[in-house]
């Protein structure tokens, strides 16, 4: 059976974007009534009524302490700017597919999991996704939190039950808690119903301790065969995203020849310390945003376009 292996290792200013919702919303409450009179409505309509001044100021107040508290955290967490905020997803979430070589025999006749490193998007947006759990920093969970990025987490039970604590308050945040497996084996080493085990009962573990069967599962090493995406989808997984690229605390690693971001990539990293980098997560994040804002990138929730 073919195994499947990896290596496993500009927009507007957020300001700017504030001062035209602002500026809009401004228009908004002055255009209607202007010359004191008001436009008589076609019939069998009701009259348009402007959106109450005390209302637009409200919305506009709220903007701009939503703004200060961004840069306050960014310059308090060392940042070179303030991270750019997303675009809303698309009502239409966009259509997962296969990547090209990353197939198994009778992927689509079977209905298996798509495995991808981008999501289709023209939106200069990213998704950062960590593995394992073996790192347990506080201050990543403060950063990440006061700074309001998102990310998703890929969860190996034999080093996340060292503290199920952790990862709740993380859960309590709003991160996406999925399946890194039990014990992160290589799976297409493995008889099927041993990955079954290492698979589903990793589902298992985080429906229990986090009370939501995971949707996504990201095999360790980026490693599968076709048994891996049969079992995983028995117990419930929809898409097996990759990645495209890897930051690490000092350096980045590229799947592409061009060595750049492009709109809609998987950025991969791990729940690291001084243990194995030369830095903390914070100083990986630091590096993270750095790099995508000054190259105009956002970052976005990966569930949300799944």
């Not at 100021?57 to 997303?86: E, F, Q």
């Amino acid at each position: 059976m073919r195994a499947v292996g990896q290596n496993d290792k500009k927009l507007p200013s957020r300001g700017a974007r504030i001062g035209l919702a602002v500026l809009a919303l401004a228009t908004i409450a002055s255009g209607c009534g202007q010359g004191g009179t008001d436009a008589e409505p076609a019939s069998g309509q009701q009259p348009l009524q402007a959106p109450p001044a005390r209302a637009l100021d409200s919305y506009a107040t709220k903007l701009r302490a939503a703004h200060a508290a961004r840069a306050a955290a960014a310059k308090r967490w060392g940042l070179k700017r303030v991270p750019l905020t997303a675009p809303p997803p698309p009502k239409k979430k966009p259509e997962i597919t296969t990547r090209d070589g990353f197939e198994v025999d009778g992927h689509r006749r079977l209905g298996l999991p798509p495995v991808f490193t981008t999501v289709p998007t023209k939106e200069k947006i990213l998704f950062l996704t960590i593995d394992d759990g073996e790192e347990k920093d506080p201050a990543f969970l403060r950063m990440m939190s006061e700074l309001k990025i998102p990310y998703t987490a890929f969860l190996s039970d034999y080093l996340v039950k060292e503290d199920y604590g952790y990862f709740r308050k993380m859960r309590d945040t709003g991160v996406g808690l999925h399946n890194h497996t039990l014990h992160h084996p290589y799976l297409p080493a493995l008889s099927r119903a041993r990955q079954k085990r290492e698979i589903c009962g990793m589902q298992k573990i985080i429906e229990k301790r986090y009370g939501k069967r995971p949707a996504l599962f990201r095999p360790p090493y980026g490693n599968y065969n076709k048994d891996t995406l049969r079992v995983a989808k028995s117990c419930g997984i929809t898409h097996v995203p990759l990645w495209n690229e890897e930051v690490f605390v000092d350096h980045w690693e590229y799947r592409e020849w061009d060595r750049s971001l492009h709109p809609g990539d998987i950025v991969l990293t791990h729940f690291r310390g001084r243990e194995d980098w030369d830095g903390t997560m914070p100083d990986m994040v630091r590096r993270f945003l750095n790099k995508i804002t000054a190259e105009g990138y956002a970052v976005a929730r990966l569930e949300d376009y799944l």
